[in-house]
């Protein structure tokens, strides 16, 4: 298994400026999570769905955020207008139902300059 | 909100012994333990369900006291290896519900 993969790995990008990250989960893990990690701030979950659907997205920090999983296979965080503040660690993981842990993806390093 | 672990750092001798404690304000369903390296994801280690257990493997194991809102991860025998982040993984609320926070980190450093 190749675990969950994300990309880009490094982002540099302009205040103003769209800001797509993306996501692949484990193969039949059914909950996927968005996380940023910040120093001041930690790991804080942004949002996550279960089977596809979004369930909890109270950590969205306000409307530039938006996430989508149309499919088990694969989701998006954007971010537009993107602005200096977003600049972090964004990880996406994904876990199965029962009593297991994530797995985390190697993470998007955000740089908005 | 966010659960508090003890201590903030701690900096171990290779075989030394070290406890990292995780603190809630809310009820528990879980807790998930993980290590991250610097510039690396978090990895899980373990997790352990309402009900008391403690679970782990020869020298990390780890006790959930969900009367106490609390859990601790004990690290023994330390290898260089175990230096890094540890963070505890809360889940609280109910099924449909739950709500996933992680605590405020510890850094451990193992020395020669």
């Known amino acids: 298994d190749a675990g969950v993969i994300q990309s880009p790995r490094h982002e540099v990008t302009e205040m103003g400026q769209e800001v797509t990250l993306r996501c692949k989960p484990i193969?039949?893990?059914?909950?996927l999570f968005w996380y940023r990690q910040t120093m001041m701030r930690g790991l804080e979950l942004l949002i996550y769905?279960?089977?596809?659907?979004?369930?909890?997205d109270s950590g969205m920090p306000e409307d530039r955020f938006s996430a989508k999983m149309p499919n088990a296979s694969f989701s998006t965080l954007k971010i537009q207008p993107s602005e200096p503040r977003d600049s972090a660690v964004y990880f996406c993981?994904?876990?199965?139902?029962?009593?297991?842990?994530?797995?985390f993806g190697s993470g998007t390093r955000l740089t908005v300059v | 909100q966010q659960p508090v672990q003890s201590p903030q750092a701690v900096i171990l001798r290779e075989g030394e012994d070290a406890v990292i404690n995780c603190s809630s304000s809310?009820?528990?369903?879980?807790v998930h333990w993980y290590r991250q390296k610097h510039g690396e994801a978090p990895v899980f280690l373990m997790i352990?369900?309402?009900?008391?257990e403690q679970k782990g493997h020869e020298k990390i194991s780890a006790s959930f006291n969900e009367k106490k809102q609390q859990s601790s991860l004990y690290l023994t025998a330390s290898q260089l290896s175990y230096s890094g982040t540890y963070f505890c993984g809360t889940e609280s609320g109910y099924s449909g519900t739950y709500k996933y926070i992680f605590g405020t980190g510890t850094r451990l450093k193992v020395l020669a």
């Open positions: 352990l369900l309402k009900g008391g």
């Open positions: 769905f279960n089977n596809n659907v979004p369930i909890d």
């Open positions: 809310k009820a528990l369903y879980s």
């Open positions: 993981a994904s876990r199965s139902q029962g009593s297991s842990g994530y797995t």
């Open positions: 193969s039949g893990h059914n909950s």
